[in-house]
């Protein structure tokens, strides 16, 4: 490979760069990685397993024939979910489907360092591996089980072999040097660079709106007059086998699972909307809130600046190449996120983007160290300076607190777990229906997996059914579960999901026996049941048996007192009677009364 133009290193800079040897480099990396690794063990058997890989454990513990329309129906490509399968025939533990994700992420940390050291020297390497190892961001999702840190290290390779193949076209060489002067570039680059980025395509979406950053810096290269039509066909062939991914993952799983799916709208009509770029003020705040989930919110405005004047730094030091994949792949971010095909903003989603914002921190500090002892020293303390003011730089650039602020990923200890485990076996243990929405379904699943249920749902209208123990459980299709007042109508309203549940053959009779709640929303839900009276007696009579922790609760739920407080609220609050009825549970449709609902 030959290195990107930089400026010679002054004589001042050589003790900098004997320091830097190739062997102090190493184990400077390796120490490093190390401390990455510490970094990421933290969580990863201290919590409990949270919703989103409640979906993972599903798949990766269904039985084989009906695992593959698991995986068709959620929102990503398939290589992930085949990798946990064979992660979980080691343990039914779900802490060992987190485990792959520890690796990837600890390699991604090797995988930055010797990207950097390739295209900007050995500080370059080591700048951006402490960049992605401190990273709050990339240390969250190296602790779960879920497919960014796979993406990451996949999308690190994929990046370093295209950096290599376009060396020679930017850089050193003068602008119009015909192609016919350059060296033959290497193949194997391409096949590697190929095959990485087909990976990276078949493990998360994302990747190709990082394929489509690759392909405007390709193009600019074309289109000076670099590629001859080898070079041009070679660079096409490449990315035939990516660009048959795409058209299969397409065809077979984005077009009928995903574009109009209600898994979408969901999303899009709650948190993940928030994420998409509406207006030329969003533009940057949804930059700004990149950093936050990268940097953490501490250093948002810090990390926002550190990068554009990286940015800058790299183009004086003539790392065109660098540049234009790395702003290529960020404008693509952007964009995609303006015309409302993917977020961009204080949120996971964007956590792709970590490897190209380290390896741009990372060459500008090398250029920083090319320029002399006294520069590097310089610019070292002024990045001091504006770490110690970093709060009114965050408020002068506008950063804000993160909105719509996601649920914690790491927000159930095992400990409050086991605590709760006797309130769990009780409700197991007694005969009647249980009720939950998704989120608590898929938080509690492992420990469900325990007590016997099967993994195969069956869908029954638009409630899923399973059984566990003594009970029959009735899965709410919807994240959470309302219990007010208003939209009782609505898919994700405990009423509704009563009503429901009493016209299914093998319900409506334990309906009647013993009806129970169980969420992972601490005791919101319970509250809500009680705020529906002023009365005391009225409050106490409507649910009893509670226990709950901070995150955890189950109680016991008296339909008819409930469906009688409903009764009353809604006519209290709208005043309008004789419109909608509340029908009883145990002895079918008897009207109640008819009261209006106020939407």
Known sequence: MV??????????????????????????????????????????????????????????????????????????????????????????????LRVPALVFGTLSIVAIYVLGKRVGGSVCGIAAAIVLALSPGAIELSQLARPYALQFLLLIGATGTLLHYLDQYLGSYPARQPAAQLRNPNRRTLIAYSALMFAAALTHYSSFLVLAGFSIALGFVAITGRLGRRELRDLALAHVPIALAGAV????????????????????????????????????????GVFDFLAGPTLAGVGSIVFLISVAACVQARRFALVA????????????????????????????????????????????????????????????????????????????PREPVEQPEFAITRAEMDGFRGAFERVRTTPGVVFMDLSTTYTLLPLMHDGGIQLEWVVAGDSHQLTWGERQVVVIPQWYMAVGEQNINASNHLWSAIRRARDQQGVSDLLAADVRVVSANGLALPR??????????????????????????????????????????????SGEPHHTALDSVAGGPVRIQRVSIAH
């Open 249 to 288: 993952l397409y065809a077979y799983h984005v077009e009928p699972t995903l574009i109009d799916s209600a898994m979408r709208r969901e999303a899009l009509g709650s948190w993940l909307g928030a994420y998409f770029v509406t207006a030329p003020a969003a533009l940057w705040r949804n930059f700004l």
């Open 528 to 573: 809500s049941i009680r705020a529906l009276s002023e009365n005391r007696a009225e409050r106490l009579s409507v649910l009893d048996e509670v226990s709950s922790t901070s995150n955890l609760s189950a109680f016991r739920l008296h339909v008819d007192a409930y469906q009688n407080q409903l009764t009353r609220r809604i006519r209290r609050r």
């Open 325 to 400: 994949v790395c702003l290529s792949v960020v404008l693509v971010a952007a964009l995609a996120s303006a015309i409302s095909v993917y977020p961009f903003g204080a949120t996971r989603h964007s956590a792709y983007l970590a490897p190209f914002f380290a390896l741009t921190v990372g060459a500008s500090t090398a250029f920083a160290f090319s320029m002399g002892t006294r520069v590097a020293v310089g610019a070292g303390v002024v990045l001091a300076l504006v770490v110690v003011a970093r709060g009114p730089i965050s408020l002068a650039v506008g950063v804000t």
């Open 3 to 96: 290195p990107l133009l930089m400026k010679s290193p002054t004589p001042s800079a050589e003790p900098i760069r004997r320091r830097f040897s190739l062997g102090t480099a190493d184990l400077t990396a390796l120490g490093i990685t190390a401390a990455g690794l510490g970094l990421r063990l933290g969580s990863i058997r201290d919590y409990w397993n949270n919703a989103d890989e409640g979906i993972y454990y599903q798949i990766a513990h269904a039985p084989s024939a009906i695992a593959g329309s698991m995986i068709a129906g959620n929102a990503h490509p398939p290589l992930y979910y085949y990798l946990l399968r064979a992660t979980a025939a080691v343990s039914d533990d779900f802490v060992w």
